[in-house]
């Protein structure tokens, strides 16, 4: 026993339990339920590093059953973390129904990052589920959200993902699983809908403070509040912005599944489009395309209502006041995700400086691309490598006419035409986390037990804007008879 000590020691786990200390209505401390035959799949090298682990101890037995939930390390105070949220516009009760915060780990640069097991086992906020997880979902977890963080957008990230030895019942027998996710906190919006119904003002207040000082220290005393809800908005608007432009689709955002971080998280049914198309839906679920692409940017302004919404009783001690200064900080929202998006937009077509009439030279190549079922990433991949003829608008004289007002353009900017082309580069990726690609790996992974597909997938997608001759395979849409692709939750 000692020596495990030792190991776990060794492993450099530093975790600290701020959220432990905020009153007990906000969660419910538990430990993990042990699993039977714990197995390391994947572990993320480099993520381990930056937090100050030890990679070779977390491999080790000791490390791994600290990863599957069987051994807790020194200092930490696993909960679930109450919240609530609106699923699909419906008002409800949630919280981390198999997932379980073990602690904060504080890196050696003094970072704080929440370190979540998700699929640990039941919880107080579980209702009808096993509090379990499969296999395929955490790995396909894995694989988007380290491929968003190389695309350089906010996002949890995702440590390991072990095998538990035990099955999980779906629609039939999956392998079991647990992932480790690390993300600068867990605070929803709906962690706020939580507390703003069921707890006091005082409760909400002690929140909020909490929130701003773990989140935006930098904190103008003024109106400390609506300092809180102008710095979430623009989080929102700049991580929304940077999801079109790839053309990341969340399919779930519900208000529980928006962070006040402003990372993306939550990887449920997401997915990532290839033909360029704003009613673009993947999931099973979302019959009504609430979640579709092009609804993403007003999605985020309702969800960050529903957040102002929260706020009310801190804003202002007269409620009308109170309504007012929230309207007015929401109805930049849209402005700010708008210059976002086109800043993006620009520099995705190499341009500099800024005209007036650049936002019709952008919506004239978006309306081509849907009218010709374009693959977004690859059109904007054949622009930044100046091969236009792989694109399916070549030949078209909408596009030739496009192309010569868009060459015209970047002829009139100050600066040399050459500052264009690695401008594009570093905005246009040479490939995202394809859907057959994903699909394919995980189905080596689950079903046949090898991880070398993914090992690649994940080593191209690390490096999504370097344009590499190994990632021209990569970058290949999928063969019209794979679609429609569906996602499913996968809970
Ligand atoms: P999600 O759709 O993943 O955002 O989850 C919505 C809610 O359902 C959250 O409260 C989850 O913790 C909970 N949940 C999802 N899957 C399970 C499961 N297998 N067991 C218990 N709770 C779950
Ligand atoms: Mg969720």
């Not at 969340?250 to 198309?277: K, L, Q, R, W």
Request: charged fraction near 20%; glycine fraction near 8%; aromatic fraction near 10%.
């Amino acid at each position: 026993m000692k020596n495990d000590r030792a190991l776990l020691e060794k492993t450099g786990w530093n975790l600290d339990n701020s959220y432990a200390g905020l009153p007990k209505s906000f969660f419910t401390r538990l430990n993990p339920t042990p699993v039977s035959s714990p197995n390391l799949m994947i572990l993320n090298h480099p993520l381990a590093k930056s937090l100050g682990l030890n990679v070779q101890a977390l491999q080790s037995s000791e490390g791994v059953a600290v990863l599957a939930g069987n051994e807790i390390p020194e200092g930490a105070l696993p909960l679930a973390q109450a919240y609530a949220g609106h699923q699909f516009g419906h008002f409800t009760i949630l919280g981390d129904g198999r997932a379980l915060l073990i602690g904060e780990q504080v890196t050696p640069s003094g970072k704080r990052f929440d370190i979540q097991l998700k699929g640990s086992g039941k919880t107080p906020y579980s209702r009808g589920g096993d509090g379990r997880a499969a296999l395929g979902p955490m790995l396909r977890e894995y694989i988007i959200s380290e491929a968003m963080h190389a695309l350089g957008i906010p996002t949890t990230r995702s440590l390991a993902v072990v095998t538990t030895g035990e099955f999980v019942f779906r629609e039939n027998t999956k392998p079991g699983a647990i992932l480790t996710r690390v993300a600068a906190s867990h605070l929803r919006v709906g962690t706020f809908q939580y507390v703003s119904r069921w707890g006091s003002v005082e409760d909400l207040r002690t929140l909020a403070d909490y929130t701003l000082q773990r989140h935006f220290p930098d904190v103008d005393n003024q109106n400390r509040y609506l300092f809180l809800l102008q710095e979430v908005c623009k989080r929102q608007a700049m991580l929304i912005a940077k999801w079109q432009l790839v053309g990341f689709i969340h399919g779930v955002m519900n208000t529980d599944n928006m962070a006040i971080s402003g990372e993306t998280i939550d990887y449920g049914p997401c997915a990532f489009m290839d033909t360029y198309d704003p009613a673009t839906v993947f999931s099973s679920i979302d019959t009504h395309g609430r979640y579709a692409y092009g609804k993403q940017p007003d999605i985020a302004a309702w969800n960050l209502a529903r957040f102002a919404d929260t706020l009310l009783p801190l804003l202002h001690e007269n409620q009308d006041q109170a309504i007012k200064l929230a309207q007015e900080e929401l109805s930049n929202f849209d402005n700010l995700y708008h210059s976002h998006w086109l800043a993006g937009m620009r520099a995705k077509l190499g341009i500099i400086d800024e005209e007036a009439e650049d936002k019709f030279l952008i919506q004239d190549l978006l309306r081509m691309m849907q009218k010709y079922r374009a693959d977004y990433t690859n059109t904007f991949r054949a622009l930044t490598l100046d091969k236009p003829e792989e694109m399916v608008l070549y030949g078209t004289t909408e596009f030739a006419q496009w192309h010569e007002q868009w060459q015209a353009r970047l002829g009139r900017q100050q600066e040399a035409k050459t500052s264009s082309h690695p401008l594009m580069k570093r905005s246009n990726p040479a490939l995202i986390p394809r859907n057959h690609r994903v699909e394919e790996a995980l189905s080596a992974a689950v079903d046949h037990g090898d991880y070398s597909m993914m090992k690649r997938l994940l080593d191209v997608l690390s490096n999504p804007y370097s344009y590499s001759p190994e990632q021209a395979d990569y970058a290949a849409p999928p063969k019209p008879s794979v679609r429609p692709y569906r996602t499913f939750c996968g809970t």
